[in-house]
Structure formats: C-alpha cells, structure tokens
C-alpha cells in the first residue's frame, strides 16, 4: 500500500506549541490550530538518525502500520512527509500522558482502574491481530491515556505485520527486555500471543507495582522471561 506524504497540508494552519515527549530516535511536539485550537502531536525524527536506514525504515514501517488502524483505542495517525527538513508524523494529541507515568506515580493501581485499563486495550489488540497486525513491544510507556480515561495504544515501529516483511524476520529480538513473551525473547516467529503475554506483564505490573522479571542486566531479564 502507497501513502502519500501529506504533512504540508494536514499542519496548514497549525503552530508549534510545547514539546510533549522525546525518545532516542525522535521528539514529539503538540502543534495547535491558531484559528480553531485544534491541537495535534508531530513525532519528529533526530537530525542525527536522518541518514540511518533502519531508524527510517522503521519509521515508515510505523506510519504503513498505524494508516491501517482505525480504533478507539489505538493512536490516530493523520499523515507524514518531510517536515523542517525531517521525516516526521502527525498523530492525534492524547492529553492525559502514558501509563507508565501513572505507575510512577500511584505505585500500584486501583483493581477496578487497572481492570478499565486492560479491557480497552484488549480491544485495540484484538482490532489489530484481526487485521494481521501484531505490536511487539506492548509496555506501559506506549499506552497513552486521556483526559477521558481512554487509552490509546501507540509506537507501533516494530510491530509485525503480514504484508510488510521488513521487519518481521525472525531471529531478531526486538522489543523491550522487561515486557517481551518468550518465543520473542528467544527470536523466534510471533503470533498474537506474545502481544497478550506482554499485556499480561503489564497487568501484574498495574496492580503490584513491580515487574515480574526485571533484573538490572538485560540479559538476565531475558533469561527470567525464558
């Protein structure tokens, strides 16, 4: 499937607002409407990953996956194309922040929140896996959450897609350590499953505060995973 860039025309209209969020390979910015107040969130590669293959690749993996979604519970992308020079995306704004902050925050998480909490995204993950979409690194830092109490699954870079062969080779162990089901921490093929293991992770992780198989090496929480 072609997409076409479209950035110049979706942020028409739309100034730079605040950063909302940075990671190794991009940044994150809340563009507002100066007309209506509309307000919408640009993920901006780094000038110092521009030139690097696999950190594009990955990324306009993320944009042909996220186009196909179209749910409650899983981000809206609105377009990309080439923005101040870089690749970048235009996505919905989510104004509530990520799990993982409200983790931070709470320690452990009411049952009846952290039960809200896995229904919906349950709901994402079954839209995605029907549509032959599988996420692979499912963690609470790309559940996005909003003022309403909706959340929003996000960051699907790596995610293993059945039309898109690019990045679903297996033998690579890609995802984060902590939350990763073991046939992904081993390198083998996925199936839906190893999105509802690491759902399962995060759940224990709501509700006791503490990640089962964490160990400060990585390597050791890989072999507590398997």
Known sequence: MEIQPNIDEILSGFDPSRPVGQGG???IFMYENRLTGEQVAVKMLH???VNDGSTVERFFHEVQASTRLDHRNIINVLGYGDW???PAMVMEYVDGGDLKSLIERVDRIPTEVAAHMAFQLFKG?????????IHRDIKPSNL???????????DFGISQVSDLTRLTRSGDVLGTPAYMS?????????????DIFSAGVMIYEMLSGTNPFLAENPSVTLLNII
Not at 126 to 133: A, E, K, T, V
Not at 144 to 154: E, M, V
């Open 25 to 27: 390979m991009a940044s």
């Open 182 to 194: 073991p046939e992904q921490a081993s390198g083998k093929r996925l199936d839906e499953r190893s």
């Open 47 to 49: 000038s110092h990953v």
């Open 125 to 133: 993950l079954d839209y995605s896996h029907r549509l032959g979409i």
């Open 84 to 86: 101040q020079g870089k």
């Open 144 to 154: 996005l959450i909003n003022r309403d109490g909706y959340l929003k699954i996000t």
